[in-house]
């Protein structure tokens, strides 16, 4: 499917999906990269090490997430724009995605926007709790949403309601 | 007539890097390029590059450029001439280069040259393909990049290779709707990052189709899709319409290779590495012994290994003029970076490409 589609398969999805324990306890990063290609900034943005090294420039990066502490630096450093950051402990009933976000205007925090899935559908509203465009994330913007939690593996995009 | 040590035709990636390393060696480059500024296809790119930290991962293309003329100035030692807006029109089988400025023409005898000239976009066939309208993948970044100029408001691409699918991601980012990317083989050729990152942003990505027509009056209004089967025979009763104004073909690239035809260089057909390629040693040397060339001229890549055949190319033209210290090493170097880089299932069909060069890329 992905290869036909480019929407990655439920399967695929739950293989990177980090263990229910571990979403307990925090924020950590979702590594949705599925296919081998010669690229591994990911590796080096890490400073926990959590990305494992590669043996190959060529590997798929595997990602140890009792390592991840959810700092998100890796993010902005993905040419791929395939890491997430997501936080199932954000409060009883919401979960918070950190995604990046290459377009302008950029959203304002509290603005309530649509949630959208990898198939670019509408999924939730999401609302935004802060925006990160730091000198270090080089123009890769980090966007804080919060969104339902059953939503957290699915919300890897949002539309802005009041258009653009 | 002037005579530089070396002259790289073509400032991009690979002509860049060319200059450097031949720089480092001690040798003086003369580096022509036509276009106002120099850095080739990265002036355009704006997103960040793949590949590994050596050869500027996650670095923007477009910021690429300063970084390496940043080198230049600091370590060329008055051996560097940039010379812009200058089109290299002949390369003679003597040598001599045929150069064009502001429609003056100056006539240059290089000792070594190096050709980085690129690729040029590759057409396709369909009636309706001579509309406005109807523009290559390269024409549209450079409208919207290079001088912000949107090329119209709904957009039909073709082609999900990765310049598909980085040009869709473009558009949006420029508020231009992209109605579909369109690909005719069953599988979408690009990384498939990047098809992930269009396709949340809400842009179909159909395989296995393709373009019949495109129509309108005196500019594209819309275009005629159908469905292929595996053979790629078009489906019939598959046909639909789509209302657009742009029509973007991002088809493939082939090597600007005419210079290298005007020289004489011995050149074979090889579709893995993008059409007719010049015959080459490990050195990046053709079958003219005063004659390199690096990056897309040589083969269709990616700028990485661009960069990094500019860097042999510039290592052993220098090389050959005598500036010969630790080049063993320094090959060892570069080869193994090339090496990783086409190790992978990404780098397959360059793999077999080269393997199947005449004589293969040990022997020049
Ligand atoms: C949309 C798009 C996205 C891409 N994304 C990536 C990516 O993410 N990662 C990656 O690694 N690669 C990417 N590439 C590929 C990369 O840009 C090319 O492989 C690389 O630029 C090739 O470098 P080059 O130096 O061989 O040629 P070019 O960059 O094309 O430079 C050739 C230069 O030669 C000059 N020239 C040509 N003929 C003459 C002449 N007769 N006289 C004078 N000057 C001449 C041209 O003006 C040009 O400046 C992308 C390409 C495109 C089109
Ligand atoms: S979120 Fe931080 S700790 Fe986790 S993988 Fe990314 S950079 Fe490493
Ligand atoms: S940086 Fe991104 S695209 Fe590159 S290997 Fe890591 S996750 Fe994949």
């Known amino acids: 499917m992905l290869e036909k589609t480019g929407v990655p398969d439920a399967d695929q999805i739950k293989k990177i999906t980090p263990s229910p324990g571990r979403l307990k306890k925090g924020p950590v990063a979702v590594v949705e990269c599925f296919q081998s290609i010669p690229c591994d900034p990911c590796r080096y943005a890490c400073r926990q090490e959590a990305i494992k090294e590669f043996k190959d420039i060529n590997d798929l990066p595997v990602i140890d997430h009792d390592l991840c502490n959810g700092c998100g630096s890796c993010i902005s450093k993905c040419p791929g724009l395939a890491i997430f950051v997501i936080d199932d402990t954000y409060s009883e009933k919401e979960g918070l995605v950190k995604l990046p976000y290459e377009y302008l205007p950029l959203p304002r925090p509290e603005e309530e926007e649509n949630g959208i899935d990898t198939e670019g559908w509408e999924v939730c509203s999401a609302r935004v709790v802060k925006v990160q465009n730091a000198k270090v994330l080089d123009r890769t913007p980090v966007v804080w949403l919060t969104v339902p939690r059953e939503h957290l593996m699915k919300v890897r995009n949002f539309l802005r309601k009041g258009g653009a | ?364």
């Not at chain 2, 040598?95 to 005898?109: F, P, S, T, Y």
């Open chain 2, 1 to 364: 007539m002037k005579k530089p040590e070396i002259a790289i035709v073509g400032g991009g990636p690979a002509g860049l890097s060319a200059a450097l390393s031949a720089v480092r060696q001690g040798a003086q480059v003369m580096l022509i390029d036509r276009d106002p500024v120099l850095g080739g296809q990265l002036v355009k790119q704006t997103h960040m590059f793949f590949g590994s930290k050596k050869q500027y991962a996650a670095i923007r293309g477009i910021d690429i450029p300063q970084k390496l003329l940043a080198a230049l100035q600091e370590e060329g030692n008055g051996k560097f001439d940039p010379r812009v807006n200058t089109t290299v029109l002949g390369c003679y089988d003597d040598g001599v280069l045929l150069l064009e400025k502001e429609d003056r023409a100056e006539l240059i005898q290089p000792r070594k040259i190096i050709i980085a000239t690129g690729a040029a976009e590759k057409m396709l066939p369909f009636p309706g393909n001579d509309l406005p309208g109807v523009y290559g993948a390269g024409a549209v970044q450079t409208l919207m990049n290079v001088y912000g100029i949107k090329p119209g408001t709904r957009v039909l691409m073709i082609g999900a290779g990765n310049i598909g699918l980085i040009v869709s991601y473009q558009l949006l980012q420029a508020g231009v709707e992209v109605t579909a990317i369109i690909e005719g083989a069953p599988k979408i050729g690009g990384y498939l990052v990047h098809a992930t990152k269009v396709r949340r942003a809400g842009i179909p990505i159909l395989t296995s189709h393709t373009i019949k027509k495109a129509y309108g009056c005196d500019s594209v209004e819309g275009a005629v899709l159908c469905n292929l089967d595996e053979k790629w025979c078009a489906v019939p009763g598959t046909e639909q319409s789509l209302a657009v104004d742009v029509i973007c073909l991002a088809v493939g690239l082939t090597p600007q290779t005419e210079l290298l035809w005007q020289a004489g260089c011995e050149q074979q057909y090889l579709p893995e590495l993008g059409g007719y390629v010049p015959l080459r040693s490990e050195k990046m040397q053709t079958s003219l012994s005063h004659l390199f060339v690096a990056g897309d001229a040589a083969c269709i890549e990616e700028a990485g290994s661009a960069m990094v055949e500019g860097k042999i190319a510039g290592l052993f033209a220098a090389a050959d003029l005598g500036y010969a210290e630790n080049v063993e090493a320094l090959n060892e170097t570069f080869s193994r970076e090339l090496e990783e880089l086409r190790s992978g299932p990404a780098g397959a069909k360059i793999r077999q490409g080269l393997s199947r060069l005449k004589g293969g890329a040990q022997v020049c």
